[in-house]
């Protein structure tokens, strides 16, 4: 049989793969918002988790390990075509060359930082989904979000920083920034939660689908098991 998704699964999956590569690149920017120093991909990596927390709970721990892969794949397909375009000659009437090396001449350690927190991040987020549904018997939709995307996010923080900073930005500064990283995101959680609520239920209601992981395998290379 083949293994068919929905509409709704490709849109959120896309979604997903989009927020991921946005989010890489606006990483390079390191911002201000009154007191608190923190990257510019908060602007949106925080949507990927909300998405994630979506595709865990409607179609289950499954689906999610297959997007989670998908948007790793295509964060690797987009760094390495930035540093093929890096390579090439730039034509000699351009002038924007030092400034699309600096978006895309992302440093080896940047690259293993965000690939590898990514990966950390976005699983415990839907792993901790996926067993307080079955915990919980599929009730406090509410908190399994809020807790998951705190456990995810903390993850993440925990080692994008010290592997993409250790020994550039002192180490106050850094917890400073995980810190704040994991509140302010949480908090974007929090806020958009009548969204993602709302959100849920009507792909639920759409696609007729409500999955319990019973039995399941929470390896991450399993991604043949859809």
């Known amino acids: ?27 390079t920017k390191v911002i201000q918002l009154g007191g608190l120093t923190v990257t510019a991909g908060l602007l ?7 998405i994630n927390d979506c595709i865990s709970e409607v179609w289950g721990y499954r689906k999610a390990r297959l997007v989670i892969w998908s948007g790793f794949l295509m964060n690797f397909l987009v760094v390495m075509l930035g540093l093929i375009a890096v390579a090439l000659p730039a034509a ?31 699983f415990l987020n839907a792993y901790v989904m996926s067993r307080m549904k079955l915990k919980d018997g599929g009730r406090r939709f509410a908190a399994r979000a809020i807790w998951s995307t705190v456990a995810g996010e903390t993850a993440d923080s925990l080692l994008f920083f010290p592997i993409a900073f250790g020994g550039i930005i002192g180490v106050p500064e850094l917890l400073s920034m995980m ?20 959100v849920v239920r009507a792909v639920k209601r759409i696609d007729g689908c409500d999955v319990y992981d019973e039995g399941v395998s929470y390896k991450i290379w399993h991604i043949g098991d859809m």
């Open 1 to 27: 049989m083949k293994q068919q998704v929905s509409v709704s699964f490709m849109l959120l999956g896309i979604l997903f793969n989009v927020c991921l590569i946005a989010a890489n690149l606006l990483e």
């Open 44 to 50: 949106v990596f925080p949507v990927s988790y909300i």
């Open 92 to 122: 000699p009437f351009w002038e924007g060359e030092a400034h699309f090396n600096y978006i895309f001449s992302m440093a080896p350690r940047i690259v293993v930082a965000s690939l590898i927190a990514f990966l950390a991040g976005s």
């Open 179 to 198: 810190l704040a990283q994991v509140c302010l995101k949480s908090l974007y959680e929090v806020l958009i939660l009548p969204v993602t609520i709302r």
